[in-house]
């Protein structure tokens, strides 16, 4: 039995599997266990199973209240919201992520953000920009973690 599914098992009452995703979820016919079901899938989509399926299985039980947070309200209930298109919002969070100085999240959201369609020049172009705002510091680590993306084996080609 996985973490996620550990995780929730005293709350719930029948499990099920998220389409779309290798972790089973415990549904409890709650709206916040519809928001988990969907960022589970929506993230998974975003910046890849395997990476998703990582980030659930390296999680603990001091860090699983995190990794539920996360699921259900930034990418169940932020993310999944029609009013911006996932590409819209990977151009603001690479912007954001930028200039608040988070490297590791940055790496993320760049292969989600060539998921989502956004070109590499598109990316650089938005790197450039920060630089301007945020400082050439900044620009200048969200160019190494791009190169660093860029050069897996996924993304090489693109």
């Known amino acids: 039995m996985n973490l996620i599914t550990r995780s929730l098992c005293a709350r ?23 928001l988990l079901k969907t960022g589970n ?10 990476h998703h ?15 539920e947070l996360a699921l259900r309200y930034c990418w169940g209930e932020i993310w999944a919201r029609p009013g911006l298109s996932r ?3 990977s151009m603001i969070n690479l912007s954001m992520l930028v200039a608040l100085g988070k490297p590791n999240e940055l790496k993320i959201h760049i292969r989600g953000a060539l998921t989502n369609g956004i070109t590499k ?15 050439v510091p900044a620009a ?19």
């Open 87 to 89: 590409k819209a919002r």
């Open 53 to 67: 399926d990582a980030a659930l299985a390296n999680a603990t039980p001091f860090d699983m209240p995190f990794q």
């Open 12 to 34: 719930a009452s029948k499990p099920c599997k998220v389409e779309g995703t290798s972790a089973p979820i415990q549904e409890t016919g709650t709206m916040s266990d519809d």
């Open 121 to 135: 020049e598109e990316i650089q172009e938005i790197f450039l920009q920060t630089c301007i705002y945020c400082g």
């Open 140 to 158: 200048g680590e969200a160019f190494k973690m791009a190169k660093e993306v860029f050069a897996e084996p996924e993304f090489a080609s693109t």
């Open 41 to 50: 899938q929506l993230r998974a989509e975003v910046i890849g199973q395997a």
